[in-house]
């Protein structure tokens, strides 16, 4: 299994990423999907789950503001994020939810002024 996010970076606060996910060894809509996120000296905490039936649940701190998405036709899934704030600053991850025990490297997200 490899679950690989991508698309991270530098942004200024109230600005907006999407990010990507590719997975491989198994089929990613055949299981309920997460973004996850990782600030320095924090646990992992989960931001946004994509059931199989398609619903959303979002953490309150994204909820309004982040977007899951994903894509029936492959086995990729995105996170669009807008209003981005400094707090949202953190290695964000792909997984199944619940999470495999297995985790890609992750993508940096760093918003500042």
């Known amino acids: 299994v490899q679950l690989q996010a991508s698309g991270g970076g530098f942004v200024q606060p109230g600005g907006s990423l999407r990010l990507s996910c590719v997975v491989s060894?198994?089929?990613?809509?055949?299981?309920?999907m997460a973004w996850y996120r990782q600030a320095p000296g924090n646990q992992r905490e989960l931001v946004a789950v994509v059931e199989t039936s398609g619903q959303k649940n979002y953490a309150d701190s994204v909820k309004g503001r982040f977007i899951i998405a994903r894509d029936f036709t492959d086995n990729t899934m995105d996170l669009y994020m807008n209003s981005l704030k400094p707090e949202d600053t953190a290695v964000y991850y792909c997984n199944r939810h619940p999470a495999l025990t297995v985790w890609g490297q992750g993508t940096l997200v760093t918003v500042s002024s």
């Open positions: 060894g198994f089929t990613l809509p055949f299981y309920p």
